[in-house]
Nanobody, 123 residues
Framework: QVQLVESGGGLVQAGGSLRLSCAAS????????MGWFRQAPGKEREFVAA????????DYADSMKGRFTISRDNAKNMVYLQMNRLKPEDTAVYYC????????????????WGQGTQVTVSS
């Protein structure tokens, strides 16, 4: 079992930045990938970014490249999502998740999820 707790969401103006954090606990295996997803009102949950727990290899949805950066701190069991140049369309609940499938963008291949943190970007 892995427990995930997200934090760092909030209200920000367009063009601003936020850093989301995900605290992981429990049985964290080095082969895991840690991912971020988001779900806007009335829309399906979509992949944002992922990072391999051991090597730190990163993967991004095309629309996030250049604005979002995923990172991790293995010593603290933390995963971060730095979001810059935020847009109103980035408004969503952001979720941290864990998968054993490398480079997966498929939410159904993620086994553990946090409760989510709300990000609201005003225009």
């Amino acid at each position: 079992q892995v427990q995930l707790v997200e934090s760092g969401g909030g209200l920000v103006q367009a063009g601003g930045s936020l850093r989301l954090s995900c605290a992981a606990s429990g049985r964290i295996v080095s082969s895991y990938d840690m991912g971020w997803f988001r779900q806007a009102p009335g829309k399906e949950r979509e992949f944002v970014a992922a990072i391999s727990w051991s090597e730190g290899f990163t993967d991004y949805a095309d629309s996030m490249k250049g604005r979002f950066t995923i990172s991790r701190d293995n010593a603290k069991n933390m995963v971060y999502l730095q979001m810059n140049r935020l847009k109103p369309e980035d408004t969503a609940v952001y979720y941290c998740a864990v998968t054993e499938v490398p480079y997966s963008h498929d939410e159904y291949q993620y086994d553990y999820w946090g409760q989510g943190t709300q990000v609201t970007v005003s225009s």
